[in-house]
Nanobody, 128 residues
Framework: QVQLVESGGGLVQAGGSLRLSCAAS????????MAWFRQAPGKERELVAV????????YYTDSVKGRFTVSRDNAKNTVYLQMNSLKLEDTAVYYC?????????????????????WGQGTQVTVSS
């Protein structure tokens, strides 16, 4: 079965940077669109970024545009989230998720229930 494992979270000062990684098992990684979600205490889980199967297109929520970059290396079965200029409000548990494309490979899934596989999450804490 497909497993996703996040790493790279931790404590960082505001204005600093972190790079999250999500490693996938199996040989079907390139067939998945991949996303990063985050959830802060008392808030709904929100979409942060999406990357297409070949990495050719990306989507970002408005609050992270210009600061975060999602990328993938299909040869390594890994997706990344580079986070720069971190703010206090970026504090959350970050999750990676994969979509097998049940709704078509040209459909961009943007809500939780449209994703088929999930990692356990990694905590990102931004301090002042």
């Amino acid at each position: 079965q497909v497993q996703l494992v996040e790493s790279g979270g931790g404590l960082v000062q505001a204005g600093g940077s972190l790079r999250l990684s999500c490693a996938a098992s199996g040989r079907t990684f390139s067939s998945f669109a991949m996303a990063w979600f985050r959830q802060a205490p008392g808030k709904e889980r929100e979409l942060v970024a999406v990357i297409s199967r070949n990495g050719g297109s990306t989507y970002y929520t408005d609050s992270v545009k210009g600061r975060f970059t999602v990328s993938r290396d299909n040869a390594k079965n890994t997706v990344y989230l580079q986070m720069n200029s971190l703010k206090l409000e970026d504090t959350a548990v970050y999750y990676c998720a994969g979509d097998v494309g049940s709704r078509g490979i040209y459909y961009t899934p943007r809500v939780e229930y449209e994703y088929d596989y999930w990692g356990q999450g990694t905590q990102v804490t931004v301090s002042s």
